[in-house]
Structure formats: C-alpha cells, structure tokens
C-alpha cells in the first residue's frame, strides 16, 4: 500500500459520510417507494423546468463566466447591493471553505456553536485551526456565551440562522446586540441557508445591517427553497474588502455554466418560491399536529425540518424507518443521540413518515 504523506492534520480527519440515497435504500429493500426526508431539498422539485434551462443555455464546451452572468446581476437587484458585495460558491459549503483558507493560520480559532452544521469544523480542522464549540441554550444559538471565549487568535464566528438541524433562530435585535460588542476584527458568518424558509417577524434584516457592520458576512444558497441542490450553487455577501479576498482564492471556474443559467431562472420563479414556502407551512402544521398527539417533544422550526426527541436512538429508528422505505437523519452526528431531523415533504410524504414514527414507538 502506498505511503499517506498527507499533512498530519488531513490524516486525523474524517470523511464526510453522506446519507443513503434513494437508489441505495431501493436496492437494499427492494422496495419502490422510497421517500427521502433526509438533507432538506425541496419536495416539489427544482425551480427551473429542463426546457427553460435549453432554452438559456449556451455551449457546454465553453468556460463559465461569473462576473458576466446574469445571475450576479439579478442577485444585486434582489438584494440591492453591488456585484462588489457578491461571491458565488459552488455551493455555499464553498464559501465557507473559502472563508476558513482566507482567514485561518494555525493556532487561530474559530466559534461556533454544539448542534450546528459540521462543515463550519471540517474546513477549520484542515486549517489546523482550533475550534471553540459551544453549548447552546434551549437548543439555540448562545450569543452572550460566544463573547466570553474570543482570544486574540479568533478570526471567525459561524451562526447558522436558522440553526441546522434545530430550527431555531436568533432574532434582530439579539444580533444586534452581539454585533456591537464584537471586535471588528473577527468576521462574524450568518449562514441563512434556510431563511428563506423563516416566518418570524423579527428574523434578522441582515442585509440592512451588513451597511453599518462591515464584518458581516451573510451566505446564501440555492440549495433549499430553489430546489438546485445538485447543481451545487450558492452566494456570499459580505463587504467588497472581504469579497476581495476571498476572489483571490476561489477556483477560477467554482460555479459551472448549468448552475449560473439556473440560478438566474430560479430567482425569477416567483410562484415556485411561494407555492414551496406555503406547502412547507402547512406540512409544518401538520407535522406539530401530528407529534402533539403522539406526545413527542420537537422544536417550533423556522426552517423546512423539524428535529423530533424520541425515547429510542435516533439511528435506530432511521434503520426501522428504512424498512419503512423512509430515509430520515438521526442526529447522533449532532450530538444529539436521541433525535432525529425530519425534512418538511408533500403532504402524502409527511403522512407516511407519522403513519411509520407510530409503528416505531409501538415496537
Ligand atoms: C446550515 C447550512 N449551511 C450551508 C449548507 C450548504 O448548502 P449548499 O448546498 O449551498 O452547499 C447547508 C446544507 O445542508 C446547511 O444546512
């Protein structure tokens, strides 16, 4: 076997171990009818049907253009900033790489909070960086307790708003709050890959805010609500001082011509948009009724999962789930052995998914 002459830091990480896919769980079942509630897509499927993106799609044997792609364009309009302001990822998942190659030495750190999204640790570890974690409160994001435990050393600090996989968020003024305590030296990432989901009133106006603290760096993905998961296609905006830096880094070609056609098509689909973000409500009611009378604790979510407490071990009620033909994510990963996250799905899909949770807590 050939020598692993790899950074000592790449040698103790862990791959990323994704979960099964339908095609995976089809074939150990042998069933047909798999649904898969697992990594929050959207239900209704993509923004963008195949015939509209033919019909804007220009040679495949061509190099994509970012700066020249309408979708930098329309982003701008959407958010009323300048193309200054702007980096597109392939995925956000890269723009959090980015951030963590452009800011991080080692010896540095980072802060980011227990039951949060593991791509925030995974980059900062290949940095050789060392990570704070931090407890949260009520299964929500600590922003008081993130302040006792900067250093001199902190470059970074990584919310998820709407936190994955609990849901819950941090509202304005809270954000606020921290934002003026915090040295301006520190980046501070709001990743709200699920916001466009987030129905609270006082969900922060991030983007109104990033005018006053330049250290804001706010990540946006078209992962979710817009259904391009697979093509891999998110943005950052931030200060053109921090967009700077992180263009200098980014591969020249990160976003492929089929994800910026997409993209652009996807923020003009506004009916996609409302009739997801209607049917993610009303599946989130159903779901609250459901679990209410199976006296199930859950959390209120703002997002388009619902993470559910169980008397049994999370990963043992995904592989009963399974055989149920229903792919759900247990949350030992998270820290939290005894829960799972369910993605909000088609009212047929949360139905099946109630119908097998209560075969798995008669069992
Ligand atoms: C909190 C959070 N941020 C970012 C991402 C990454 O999204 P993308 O598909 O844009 O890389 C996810 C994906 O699940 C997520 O849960």
């Known amino acids: 076997m050939a020598q ?6 790449i040698q103790n990480i862990q791959p990323y171990i994704p979960g099964k896919s339908i095609a995976e769980v089809a074939e150990q079942t042998r069933r047909t009818d798999i649904i898969k509630l697992a990594s929050n897509e959207n239900p209704l ?16 044997n061509l190099y994509p ?26 995925g956000s998942d890269e723009i959090i790489q980015l951030l963590t190659q452009a800011y991080l030495n080692p010896g540095d750190n980072i802060i980011t909070s227990m039951h949060t999204f593991s791509v925030y640790e ?26 006792t435990v900067l250093t001199d050393s902190t470059k970074l ?11 819950t968020i941090i509202t304005h003024q809270p954000l606020v709050d921290f934002l003026e305590k915090m040295p301006k030296n520190i980046l501070i990432v709001l990743d709200e890959a699920y916001a466009d989901y987030a129905t609270h009133t006082d969900f922060p106006r991030t983007i109104e805010l990033m005018k006053t603290y330049a250290n804001l760096v706010v990540l946006r993905t078209f992962s979710k609500l817009y259904g391009l998961a697979g093509l891999r296609i998110g943005y950052g905006i ?3 001082t921090v967009i700077d830096v992180l263009q200098k880094i980014r591969p020249p070609f990160n976003v492929n011509s089929l994800a910026l056609v997409a993209g652009a098509l996807a923020l003009d689909n506004h009916a996609h948009v409302s009739k997801s973000k209607a049917l993610n409500e009303s599946g ?21 999962f619902v993470c559910i407490f169980l008397p049994i071990l999370g990963k043992e009620v995904m592989q009963i789930l399974l055989q149920e033909g ?18 909000i799905g088609l009212p047929e899909q949360n139905l099946r998914f109630i119908t097998a949770l209560k075969k798995v807590l008669k069992r």
């Open 45 to 60: 499927g993509a923004s963008v049907t195949w015939d509209r993106l033919k019909e804007s799609f220009e040679d495949i």
């Open 65 to 90: 253009h970012q700066a020249a792609s309408p979708l930098v364009l329309k982003l701008c309009q959407h958010w009323n900033v300048t193309p200054q302001e702007i980096i597109l990822g392939n």
């Open 326 to 343: 229903i792919i759900i994510r247990p949350l030992e990963s998270f820290n939290m052995p005894h829960a799972i996250r369910v993605t």
């Open 4 to 9: 692993d002459f790899s950074r000592k830091i």
């Open 238 to 240: 931030a200060h053109p």
């Open 157 to 167: 600090i990584f919310i998820a708003n709407p936190n994955n996989p609990t849901g």
């Open 122 to 147: 995974a980059t900062t570890q290949i940095m050789d960086a060392e990570i704070r974690t931090l407890p949260m409160r009520e299964y929500t994001i600590d922003l008081d307790a993130m302040l």
């Open 284 to 304: 989130k009611q159903f779901l609250y009724d459901e679990l209410d009378r199976l006296k199930l604790i859950y959390l209120k979510t703002e997002a388009n």
